[in-house]
């Protein structure tokens, strides 16, 4: 066992107490007041920790962001993490089951965040020499789509050499991701022509019945071939059933695989023409995370985090997944970028969500291990 590892292992109630603090206090991403709370106690681990005072990004709407700088160097490595959850405050609660604990955001994503600030603890108490400078982004939106953060995080990552990104490793295998899709939202608000539906239901013109073509003609742009799928999530139209409808919105969700694919996509959607004569279509959105592509930088990244996780004993494989993270930003700007050196469990956003406590440590090993390579 590596000394790592077993210091790590030594220190797993120590982390898991960290995540329960952190997983307590809670932070929906809507609630500022909230999530800057919960960065309050990240900044009291940091000090704590790694003796970091945070340089705090103060924020209007959203939660503040937070960065941290260990070490010294021109050279840096850049952990990506985000403090906001899905979960609104006394939705789920804080607690544990033989070897799972639960609670709002531990998987997705705070475990991730408590398990990088110890595996960079670990190197500091141990004397373990690490080669580059560490910055830590903790983000306050990523839940929302990053709108607040993205800036922040694109110009981090030109000064980085390369990304880690903490997000969950995927359920089960523990499988590091190496791609993954992109990600767009796109509304579609259709006017039509109101009339009384029994007296002068001729003189009216339908926006719910122009919704079902385009609702039909979105879904038909999916291709599984290429891993392009389209998805009208939310559809509502009228406001009373003896009216011709006058308006009707839709809500679609776009995910991709290729920046190319990302760019026809949003031609066809923002291009769209209505069907029936005297309707009209106002579109907005766009794809606003670029696809995660595996490049040949990813892979050797990955295979050098492979050749760490054989010395912990661990088989690491590699994945590619549907769901977008900040990690697609970085890799965009054609920064070497690992995802899913997180926590390992199950659930993301669903009220199951959990972690698994013995991975913490060997989890916080692996991160470890890997920075005093790069």
């Known amino acids: ?59 209007d709407t959203t939660g503040n962001h937070l960065r941290f700088t260990y070490g010294d160097g021109d050279s840096q490595i850049l952990i990506l993490g985000h403090m906001d959850t899905v979960w609104d405050i006394g939705r789920l609660s804080y607690r544990v089951e033989g070897n799972k604990a639960y609670g ?58 390369v990304v880690l990104v903490v997000e969950p490793a995927v359920a089960n295998s523990g499988a590091l991701k190496t791609s993954r899709k992109g990600v767009g939202h796109f509304t579609m608000s259709i006017k039509g022509k ?11 013109i339908s926006a719910v019945e122009e919704m079902a073509h385009q609702i039909l003609f979105l879904q038909g742009l999916t291709d599984y071939s290429k891993g392009t799928t389209i998805n009208v999530g939310i559809a509502s139209g009228g406001n009373r059933t003896n009216v011709v409808a006058e308006s009707a919105l839709l809500d679609i969700d776009v995910r991709i695989n290729r920046l190319s694919e990302a760019e026809r996509i949003s031609d066809l959607i923002t291009q769209a023409t209505p069907f029936l004569e005297g309707t009209t279509l106002q579109i907005t959105g766009n794809v606003n995370r670029p696809p995660m592509e595996r490049t040949a930088q990813t892979e050797k990244l990955f295979h050098l985090a492979t050749e760490c996780g054989n010395e912990l004993e661990m088989n690491l494989t590699e994945a590619h997944v549907g769901g977008g993270s900040d990690g697609n930003f970085t890799a965009a700007l054609g920064v070497p970028t690992l995802d899913g050196l997180g926590a390992m469990g199950d659930g993301p956003h669903a009220e199951y969500e959990h972690i698994l406590i013995d991975q913490l440590p060997v989890r916080a090993a692996l991160l470890a291990s890997l920075m005093t390579r790069l």
């Open 1 to 59: 066992m590596s000394g790592l590892l077993h210091y790590l292992k030594e220190n797993q109630d120590h982390i898991l107490a960290d995540v329960e603090r952190v997983v307590k206090a809670e932070s929906p991403t809507q609630d500022k007041q909230a999530v800057d709370r919960c960065g309050e106690v990240f900044q009291s681990l940091f000090a704590e920790h790694l003796g970091l005072t945070a340089e705090v990004i103060p924020m």
């Open 104 to 161: 709002p955001g531990i998987l997705d994503m705070k475990s991730g965040i408590i398990q990088a600030i110890w595996a960079v603890k670990a190197c500091k108490d141990l004397g373990v020499a690490l080669q580059k400078k560490v910055v830590f982004l903790c983000t306050s939106d990523e839940e929302t789509g990053s709108d607040s953060s993205r800036a922040y995080i694109e110009a981090e990552a030109r000064k980085s050499d």
């Open 194 to 204: 109101a009339s009384h539906a029994g007296n002068h239901h001729e003189e009216g």
